[in-house]
């Protein structure tokens, strides 16, 4: 079984950080492509980033790019979505999402999901 468990949520204000962390444990891959999506409330998941399995390559949604570094670390297999220059419109839920055959991108088909855990950026 492949658990994704994310962590480093919580309220910040604009102009702000956070750290986001996904830990891995189970039977996942360490080729495994990993990425972050998000849903702000009432509107429709997005793509925020995504890394290859070697951390060789990374994607980002026009919305965060130059703002957000998604890297990982795969001794510890975990992986982190660094925000910075954080705005009111980037509150939103973000989820950690895993990808047995590809990087992860706007149009993977993802395998795994992890639970969620809410940013608040306030004004």
């Known amino acids: 079984q492949v658990q994704l468990v994310e962590s480093g949520g919580g309220l910040v204000q604009a102009g702000g950080s956070l750290r986001l962390s996904c830990a891995v444990s189970?039977?996942?891959?360490?080729?495994?492509?990993m990425g972050w999506f998000r849903q702000p409330p009432g509107k429709e998941r997005e793509f925020v980033a995504g890394?290859?399995?070697?951390?060789?390559?990374?994607y980002y949604g026009d919305s965060v790019k130059g703002r957000f570094t998604i890297s990982r670390d795969n001794a510890k297999n975990t992986v982190y979505l660094q925000m910075n220059s954080l705005t009111p419109d980037d509150t939103a839920v973000y989820y950690c999402a895993a990808s047995r055959w590809t990087a992860v991108g706007p149009l993977t088909t993802i395998d795994y999901w992890g639970q969620g855990t809410q940013v608040t950026v306030s004004s």
């Open positions: 189970g039977r996942a891959s360490i080729s495994y492509g």
């Open positions: 890394i290859s399995g070697s951390g060789g390559r990374t």
